[in-house]
């Protein structure tokens, strides 16, 4: 670990020359060189400024900061939380959104839907204690009507709970 933080921190340069001959005759010539060192060692010495610039510049641009909504979709609620669609199997992390049409998880990494249930489709919305890494926490299951379930955790799960119970009601 020491080795790995003085190579980032100070860097390592290789510089190696290659001839590869035949019955002494010189073929090819190979120069290399290696350079070796954390991003910021390599822009304090001048190296890899302007492909830092425009890379940052590409992310800046193409960062996507929130989810494309539908016509006349409106966002109510949207939080970061961790959902399963097999109680207690898997349980992924994204973030929430709760709109006054569906209730969806989005990965913002990747700019991805991970799940989508419109408001219309939900049949049941129960709160539940359940045991998640031996300890109790509130979670939302929310009762599809294809008979799907899908398991929803959050810090404020009774919000959650309270603000989909109010838009399911309301529509």
């Not at 020491?2 to 035949?22: F, H, P, Q, S, Y």
């Not at 996507?64 to 669609?85: D, I």
Request: proline letters at 2%.
């Amino acid at each position: 670990m020491e080795l790995l933080d003085r190579l980032l921190n100070k860097g390592l340069v290789l510089n190696a020359d290659v001839l590869i001959t035949v019955a002494g005759v010189p073929l090819i010539g190979l120069s290399l060189r290696l350079l070796a060192a954390g991003i910021e060692t390599m822009l304090e010495y001048g190296i890899f400024e302007q492909f830092d610039q425009s890379t940052r510049a590409w992310a800046l641009e193409h960062r996507v900061t929130s989810p494309t909504l539908m016509a006349e979709e409106e966002t109510k609620m949207n939080f970061f939380g961790s959902y399963s669609k097999d109680q207690g199997k898997a349980w992924n992390y994204g973030y929430m959104y709760l709109t006054n049409r569906r209730i969806f998880g989005w990965h913002k990494a990747f700019n991805k839907i991970l799940y989508e249930i419109a408001l219309k489709d939900i049949l049941e919305v129960v709160l539940v204690t359940n045991v998640h890494e031996e300890k109790e926490r509130k979670e939302l299951c929310i009762k599809i009507n294809n008979n799907n379930v899908l398991w929803i955790h959050a810090p404020d799960i009774e919000d959650v709970h309270d603000a989909l119970i109010s838009k399911i009601y309301s529509e």
